[in-house]
T-cell receptor
Framework: EVQLVESGGGLVQPGGSLRLSCAASGFTFSTSWMHWVRQVPGKGLVWVSHINGDASDTMYADSVKGRFTVSRDNARNILYLQMNSLRDEDTAVYYCVKGGPLGDSWGQGTLITVSS | QSVLTQPPSASGTPGQRVTISCSGSSSNIGSKTVNWYQQVPGTAPKLLIYNNNQRPSGVPDRFSGSKSGTSASLAISGLRSEDEAGYYC???????????FGGGTKLTVL
């Protein structure tokens, strides 16, 4: 059974940093595209970033480009999202999502609140 | 403002067939396949349809997807109370070089 478990969420001040982690199990992580998708509570889904199996291909939404960095540790089956220069508008639930196709499996989500 | 356009709401009675539309452009739906997701309030989304009309294992055949030009549709037949949820379409956008979602449609089963 595929399992994706996010951690690292919480309250952070504007301009601050946070790193999200996603522990993956139940599938061949090292060959799977992985994504981060976020959702402001009560609003729609927004794709944030993706990374391919060997981390040679990464992409970001314009809204986070230059501030967020996606990475992975295939030896430990963990996906990361390093978030810097956080803004109020980054407040959302962040989902770790398996690709192939996009949304094949979703984590439970972790809430990031950016507020002073 | 979402790149893909969905109606904010839809409704139907049990047993009825409902369709939800998703409108895009040549840079997304017009040139790429469409996925659909179901999100029951308080839970993570679930993949419902991929590659326009393919159902993952476990998804009932009451759910079907189609695409024509720059638009796509999700059809739900034999509506059930448990289908009451939010539904989202998504596609890769070649101009934006990223995935784009519709704003979501809240389906109410009357």
């Amino acid at each position: 059974e595929v399992q994706l478990v996010e951690s690292g969420g919480g309250l952070v001040q504007p301009g601050g940093s946070l790193r999200l982690s996603c522990a993956a199990s139940g599938f061949t992580f090292s060959t799977s595209w992985m994504h981060w998708v976020r959702q402001v509570p009560g609003k729609g889904l927004v794709w944030v970033s993706h990374i391919n199996g060997d981390a040679s291909d990464t992409m970001y939404a314009d809204s986070v480009k230059g501030r967020f960095t996606v990475s992975r540790d295939n030896a430990r089956n963990i996906l990361y999202l390093q978030m810097n220069s956080l803004r109020d508008e980054d407040t959302a639930v962040y989902y770790c999502v398996k690709g192939g196709p996009l949304g094949d499996s979703w984590g439970q989500g972790t809430l990031i609140t950016v507020s002073s | 403002q979402s790149v893909l356009t969905q109606p904010p709401s839809a409704s139907g009675t049990p047993g009825q067939r409902v369709t939800i539309s998703c409108s895009g452009s040549s840079s997304n739906i017009g040139s790429k396949t469409v996925n659909w997701y179901q999100q029951v309030p308080g839970t993570a989304p679930k993949l419902l349809i991929y590659n326009n009309n393919q159902r993952p294992s476990g998804v009932p055949d009451r759910f079907s997807g189609s695409k024509s030009g720059t638009s796509a549709s999700l059809a739900i037949s034999g509506l059930r109370s448990e289908d009451e949820a939010g539904y989202y379409c998504a596609a890769w956008d070649v101009t934006l070089s990223g995935w784009v979602f519709g704003g979501g449609t809240k389906l109410t089963v009357l």
